[in-house]
């Protein structure tokens, strides 16, 4: 017999993955940090590449991270959120919007952070990631048999 989660068992999941979005949001993950890190990696799995494309490379690896953070995001706040009826539309809204406020807060965050830069884009590139995490809820759920 398994019991449904409390509200703690619920959201510790959302806090814990905030709070390692927040350290990816330190100087320790700046662009500065990452490309040395990254680019000779970049380099070997693809041996062609000049430095201008491992750079672009870089680039979009770290706005694909951004995306991937907020729709693990937006899906730990919507399992948070979920009840017996399951998925529900308020529910997707709501998710999206806390992870985007999330967003803003983290971008706030950078700001003040020496080697960050606050960036509008990349608000809008998470609130892509929580919504097409919403997206593929809503897929699932109407795939499910009632």
């Known amino acids: ?3 449904e989660p409390g509200a703690v068992g619920r959201w510790a999941p959302v806090c814990a993955w905030a709070v390692v979005i927040f350290v990816a949001s330190t100087s320790w993950f700046a ?3 990452t490309e040395p890190a990254l680019l000779p990696f970049l380099a070997w799995l693809l041996p062609g590449a000049g430095r201008h494309t491992l750079e672009v490379v870089h680039a979009a690896l770290r706005k694909l991270g951004h995306f991937t953070e907020y729709m693990v995001l937006g899906l730990l706040i919507a399992r948070a959120l979920r009840d017996a009826r399951g998925w529900q539309l308020r529910h997707a809204v ?3 919007v806390l992870a985007t406020t999330y967003a803003v807060t983290d971008e706030l965050h950078q700001h003040f952070v020496p080697g ?3 960036a509008a ?3 809008a590139i998470d609130a892509l990631g929580a919504l097409t995490g ?3 809820l809503a897929v699932g759920a109407m795939r499910r048999p009632r």
Request: net charge positive; aromatic share 0%; proline share 0%.
């Open 31 to 33: 662009g500065s940090r």
């Open 134 to 136: 919403q997206i593929g």
């Open 1 to 3: 017999m398994s019991a």
């Open 121 to 123: 884009g990349d608000v």
């Open 116 to 118: 960050r830069t606050a």
């Open 94 to 96: 709501l998710a999206v």
